[in-house]
């Protein structure tokens, strides 16, 4: 009987791909969460894939008895019910930095659309007002400094690209990098607070659990320079939004760039919406079509690894 893999649909499969890529010997069920179809499927189910973490919890394990890998689509796991999973001793795996490149690609024109005030500028010339009502006043990135928080997979190809912008770039993470590795990278760490003192953008690159929750929060934004802007492409709740939008509002900081929020998707009235010095979406930074096809690769990679004896890659730390 082969192996099943139960590949949970979601809005950002490219379909082919998943056909294309799915490991041959293996019997693959496609289906929606929480449907008939994906419950019967889990009983014979050896691996789980898919955005899945907001699935893993006590049931998951109890209806799901010969999971051998529970392999996530994302980068984050953040909803996924660890204890259970420690229970169970089954191993997650995240995507192994899948949409590294399109989230910092996507962190850097957060920091140019923000920088270049691009909001303001489309919807001047899309008005009909060309310049608005005053030539805005925009900034370079050349010879700025960034501060990253959080140097994993994410935060390292932030720091590729922001040097080949000319920028400087100092870091904060709980793992640091020796000596030589921070050279060939050209990057220099520094203690959280002086990062946020210090830097001309901060851009956040940390997984949230509960070290990070609110890791950014009124004390910490009071340290940034009035000239400064925050980025986020990692979760909401790292920021402290109440806090931010409050420092935002008074022209405490200079701008944001925000892709998460605490709440997903923001209500209609986030006082975020009235501001004009930030630039925001809606949590998009990861999903690309070729981010798609990588996720996939890895997912599957990792699935024929552990059926053939092996370790899974990418295994989260907590488990």
């Not at 303001?120 to 010339?125: A, D, F, G, T």
């Amino acid at each position: 009987m082969e192996p099943r893999i139960v590949y949970v649909n979601s809005p950002f499969d490219n379909g082919e791909a998943v056909e294309e890529l799915a490991p041959a010997g293996f019997e693959l069920v496609r289906a929606a969460s929480g449907t008939p179809a994906y419950r019967s499927a889990l009983g014979e189910a050896s691996y789980l894939v898919g955005f899945v973490d907001g699935l893993v919890d006590e049931e998951l394990y109890r209806i799901a008895p010969g999971l051998k890998l529970i392999q996530l689509l994302s980068a984050g796991y953040d909803r996924a019910d660890i204890a259970a999973a420690r229970r169970a001793g089954v191993p997650i795996a995240n995507n192994g930095g899948a949409n590294a490149v399109a989230v910092s690609e996507h962190a850097l024109m957060l920091m140019l659309a923000v920088c270049r005030r691009l909001p303001l500028q489309h919807s001047s010339v899309g008005s009909g007002r060309w310049r608005g009502n005053e030539t805005p006043r925009v900034h370079e990135l050349r010879g700025r400094t960034l501060g990253i928080v959080g140097l994993g997979t994410i935060g390292k190809k932030t720091a590729r690209l922001a040097l080949a912008f000319g920028m400087t770039v100092q870091y904060y993470d709980i793992a640091r990098l020796d000596e030589d590795a921070e050279d060939a990278l050209g990057v220099r760490f520094r203690l959280l607070s002086e990062v946020l003192r210090t830097s001309d953008i901060v851009s956040l690159h940390v997984p949230l659990n509960p070290s990070t929750r609110h890791l950014i929060g009124a004390r910490e934004i009071a340290l940034l320079k009035p000239t400064a802007v925050l980025v986020n492409t990692s979760r909401g709740p790292v920021v402290d939004e109440t806090a931010l939008t409050e420092a935002l509002g008074a022209g405490r900081i200079a701008g944001a760039g925000l892709d998460v929020f605490d709440q997903e998707p923001p209500p209609a009235d986030n006082p975020l919406f009235t501001l004009d010095n930030v630039v925001l979406t809606a949590h998009l930074a990861g999903p690309t079509v070729e981010s798609s096809t990588a996720r996939l690769r890895n997912a599957f990679d990792n699935v024929e690894r552990v059926e053939r004896g092996d370790s899974p890659l990418w295994v989260i730390p907590e488990i």
